[in-house]
Every structure is written in structure tokens, then in C-alpha cells.
């Protein structure tokens, strides 16, 4: 199995990328929404895989994150999405926002995915909500936040539990899940705040709803 890939980025089209490794160029197809986040043109890139061996094809699917790529391998877990199926959904719904999307039961914004129907989305609810916490969805907002050290594991479990708390809150102040879950997701989390602070600037968000 290929792990990842590490080498200078070759080329870019349109949802395939050449990556250098070992003088070989390697075919790696991967979601249009990753495609903002590339190096340019022959700066060293990682890119973590999926190897798929079939009958008549060998295929590399490739992400810049190993969470990502764990996003990728549960969605091939449900019933009728198969590796193309799913670079789809992550095309159009980055990890995160695919799942805040699975744990809020969002299905019209699963269903914005190519070849993704109302049931279908509702299988994928089915199948991922309990594989998928909405700690793993709050954890990552505060996962760019610098921390220091020593403390940068409580630091950031106390952030998420802060995000976690105010949505909580928006619920029982009326909103829907999904509408609390987005809201608190456009707060930019820093160290110091806390579920009161979140919940003020995630109302701020909701008024321009």
C-alpha cells in the first residue's frame, strides 16, 4: 500500500495532480477544494493516499491531510459512493464542513454533491453520525490557534468544549442544530475565550442570517 507521496508538484489538471517521486511521476487524483491549497509548480508537496487496484485500473487519490483521507475511506464505507462518488462530495464540501454537515443532518447541503440524491444523503447520515462526533468538528476550529507549549492539548480540549458549550446554548435559544453548529464555526476560537464570549460572536453571525 502507498501511504503518501512526497516530492516536487509537476503539474495540475483539473482534478489530477503529477507529483515527482523516485523519477517517476505519479498520477494523483484528488478533490477540486484541495486544489487552492497547493504549493505552486515544483515546490515539495505531501500527499497522503488511498491506492485503489482494480481489474482493469490502478488509482491514487491523494489529500493534504491524513484526516482527510480517513473522511475519504469512511464515505467509501456507505452503501453506493464508490472513490469517484466521494472525491465528488469533498470537491464540493471540504472535511470539515462535510462533517459538520453529517453530525447537524444537514442533507440539502450533502445533496449538493455530484450524483448525490436526497436518499443517498440520508444514507450517509445514517451510516457516518456515530462515526463522527461534533467534538472532532469543534476540535478542528480551534486547531490553528497557537497554544504554546506544554499546555496546547488542555488549551485546545478547553476551546472545543467552549465551542461546544455555545452551540448548546444557540440550540436552546431556538436555532437548529445545524444553524448553531454553522454559526459558531465562523468564530475565529482564541486562547482566552470562553462559551459566553463564542456564543456572543456566534449571534453576531446569526443577525445576518
Known sequence: MISYVKGPLMGIEEDVIVVEAGSLGLAVHVPVSLLPELPGLGQEVTVYTYFQVREDAMTLYGFLHPQDRDMFRQLLGVNGIGPKGAL??????????????????????????????????????LDLKDKISMDDVLGSMASGTDLGTGSGAAAMAGLAEAAKEAVQALVALGYTNSEASRAVKQV?????????DVLKASLKHLSFL
Not at 100 to 109: C, G, Q
Not at 188 to 196: A, F, L, N, Q
Open 88 to 125: 465528488g462530495i469533498l470537491s464540493v464540501l471540504r472535511p470539515d464542513d462535510l462533517r459538520l454537515a453529517i453530525v447537524s443532518e444537514d442533507v440539502k447541503a450533502l445533496a449538493k454533491a455530484p450524483g448525490i440524491g436526497t436518499k443517498t444523503a440520508q444514507r450517509m447520515i
Open 188 to 196: 475565529e476560537i482564541v486562547d482566552g475565550m470562553t462559551s459566553e
